[in-house]
């Protein structure tokens, strides 16, 4: 693999692992955050929408700073903004400036994870393109159970909850390191006479809406599920944290397994199998008796988001003809709403009638999910193979 190759998808990949990094401790930082500044934990928890709503925002802002200027520039200018706001959380604790800090973070993640797949999408072709897009997922959950195990031993070792922040920050200076070092030629601009652009089939719009309902129920449950352990089974931090961090090592590990299975099967049947997975799991997540019951469930639930969100995008991606960085942002803009929108949702949920009922949401949201992709592709079947 030629060097400036290496670095571009070493960057993008680094990039999804900074961002489950951001995903997975929330609800590790809730209460740490609620007893910093006396808050209650669904105000804590909702301080998170500020930084969801900055990935959304990042994410509508992508189109247009990703046609006018340099990826590799942008990129860099985003994680030493990210980089400068971390130290910020840490520097200044002050209540009013959180959301200020959570959302330029959100920002610049946002920009930087759009830029980050259609580096991937324009470098690489076919189903190498695929293979990469997948693993994407698993340095996103392996971001996902490093940080959250990271955050958890330093929050019992009584750290400030800013070093979950801290700790992003570290991966961004090499990221901005090899968006100085890498070249990227690659020109973002619509050719005369390209209809890509314009090309907004069905199946591209069905994988937007089913990767809002994923990350509505994904971070509904890595902020609630710590808290609900800690409430149900009076376990520690470690103990909560620990369950996270189990749901991303069978996602990671799940990760790495699928890129290799979504070559031989449909990705629509693949993607059918886990969201099913996903809908038993956030059912019984409230229902087991015993934190050790859990745990496996914890474990099942991993492999419901292995891959999962990358999946989505490939299969959306492959029903246009040429996809493009329009088509890209697009995918993210609704994940990134759905993130908006759990964080406060969800604490509404919790707070007028309970974790279970919030849980219990999530399990119909995947019901949902699952009957659109097995419809969706049940009319592509009689319509004709999908294009690959």
């Known amino acids: 693999m030629p060097t400036n190759k290496l670095s571009l998808t070493s960057m ?9 990094g951001l995903s997975s401790q929330i609800g590790l930082l809730v209460s740490p955050i609620a007893e910093a500044f006396d808050l209650t934990q669904t105000a804590a928890a909702a301080q998170f929408s500020w930084l969801t709503g900055g990935i959304l925002a990042g994410n509508v802002l992508a189109a247009p700073t990703l046609r006018y200027f340099n990826i590799r520039y942008l990129v860099a200018c985003c994680y030493l903004v990210l980089i400068a706001c971390s130290v910020g959380l840490h520097a200044i604790p002050v209540i009013h400036l959180v959301p200020v800090f959570f959302s330029i973070i959100g920002i610049a993640a946002g920009i930087g994870v759009c830029a980050a797949s259609t580096i991937i999408a324009q470098i690489w072709e076919a189903r190498q393109r695929q293979s990469v897009l997948v693993a994407q997922d698993a340095f996103f959950n392996s971001g996902g159970m ?3 195990t990271l955050i958890g031993f330093l929050l019992a ?12 920050a570290v991966i961004g200076v090499v990221i901005v390191v ?3 070092v890498s070249r990227y030629d690659v020109a973002q601009q619509s050719q005369p ?7 907004w089939p069905l199946g591209l719009l069905v994988a937007g809406a089913c990767l809002f309902s994923i990350i509505v129920c994904f971070v509904t449950i890595t902020i609630w599920l710590p808290i ?3 409430g149900a089974f009076g376990a520690s931090p470690e103990q909560a944290a620990g369950v996270i961090s189990r749901i991303f090592i069978t996602a990671f590990i799940g990760s790495f397994l699928f890129t290799f299975i979504v070559m031989k099967i449909s990705i629509q049947r693949f993607i059918a199998a886990v969201v099913f997975v996903g809908c038993v799991c956030a059912f019984i997540f409230v229902k087991v008796p015993s934190i050790n019951a859990l745990e496996f ?7 419901a988001i292995a891959a999962v969100y990358h999946s989505f995008i490939a299969w959306g991606l492959s029903y246009t003809k040429t996809p493009n960085y329009k088509h890209v942002t697009f995918l993210y803009v609704c994940p990134g709403v759905g993130g908006t929108v759990a964080p406060f949702a969800s604490s509404k949920i919790v707070e007028n009638f309970s974790i279970t009922a919030a849980f219990l949401v999530c399990s119909i949201l995947y019901g949902v999910v699952l009957v659109a992709v097995v419809v969706l592709g049940a009319y592509h079947a009689n319509r004709g193979p999908v294009a690959e």
């Open 297 to 303: 469930v914890a474990y099942a639930y991993g492999f």
């Open 12 to 20: 993008s990949l680094l990039i999804s692992f900074t961002l489950g």
């Open 146 to 148: 490093a940080f959250p």
């Open 157 to 168: 070792h009584h750290f400030a909850w800013s070093w979950g922040f801290l700790n992003v």
């Open 178 to 180: 090899l968006a100085a």
């Open 193 to 199: 006479g390209d209809t890509s652009s314009s090309d």
């Open 228 to 230: 609900h352990v800690e």
